[in-house]
């Protein structure tokens, strides 16, 4: 006996990985679901898996996120169907190759789908979610947000921009009912690494999650009320002593007077 729909959940990318495993997690917490992605047969699984195991209904939508059609078709759905209280922005690529090796057609693709459709899709969520009082955004971003150095810089500043999209979100929508996660992720066992061209079993074992744990984690955080959950953080004193110097930065970022270490050499 299955139990009371909590309404829809939109994932995108939900075809493998992350993405599925949300699809899976998500059904069986009671939510109904519109899962997106470019591959329809792997989505067609899942969803017969899921509808007969947990009850729910489970619509399939296949669907290009770098194509404007294509992502134009998953945002006419956030607009219409005020069913659909959890967006999980997940799709995503990664592109291997430095900014001077790598193909920049295939790096803009990687924009388009990392940064550029999650944007429209949580931007078409938001206002349908603000409008009826409740909802959730999870934004899918990366450790690399934070630590640029160790890969692509392209990538991680496609998941720099969802970090700070998502804190930007909730500070929008506090007080409207709307909840906003942004999840960073380190490296996880997924395709994303082989489709990068990148060896994710050359990483230290003690390095690499496993994408069931990964997503039940990031969960975890959400039920605990966490605007930033990054899985594999020890201690969350870690990321509070951060965002503490952050903040402490905005008084002096923007001055009507250069820094005196900046004017004494002009000077000079």
Not at 16 to 44: F, H, M, P, Q, T
Not at 188 to 206: K, L, M, Y
């Amino acid at each position: 006996m299955s139990i009371q729909s909590r309404g829809k959940a939109l994932i995108t990318g939900a075809s493998s990985g992350i993405g599925a495993v949300y699809a899976d997690r998500l059904a069986k917490r009671g939510y109904d679901l519109i899962v997106v992605a470019r591959n329809k047969e792997r989505l067609e699984a899942l969803a017969a898996r899921l509808e007969q195991e947990t009850g729910r209904k489970i619509e399939v939508v296949q669907a290009d996120l770098t194509q404007r059609s294509g992502l134009a078709r998953v945002e006419a759905i956030l607009d219409v169907d005020p069913a659909v209280g959890f967006l999980v922005n997940n799709a995503g690529i990664g592109v291997g190759g430095t900014i001077l090796e790598a193909d920049v057609e295939a790096l803009d693709r990687m924009v388009q789908l990392n940064a550029t459709a999650p944007m429209r899709l949580a931007s078409a969520a938001a206002r349908g979610m603000a409008a009826r009082g409740a909802g959730t955004i999870v934004n899918i971003a990366s450790v690399l947000a934070l630590t640029p150095e160790l890969f692509n810089g392209v990538y991680s500043g496609t998941k720099a921009f969802l970090l700070n999209l998502s804190m930007s979100m909730q500070n929008e929508l506090t007080g409207k009912g709307v909840r906003v996660q942004a999840v960073l992720p380190g490296a996880t066992r997924t395709e994303i690494w082989e489709r990068a061209g990148v060896d994710v079993d050359g990483f230290p074992p003690e390095m690499v999650m496993s994408v069931d744990e990964m997503v039940d984690a990031a969960l975890s955080g959400l039920d605990q009320g966490e605007l930033i959950t990054v899985p594999s953080l020890p201690d969350v004193k870690d990321w509070n002593a951060f965002e503490t110097a952050r903040i402490a930065l905005k008084p002096n970022l923007s001055r009507s007077h250069a820094a005196e270490r900046y004017r004494s050499a002009h000077a000079a």
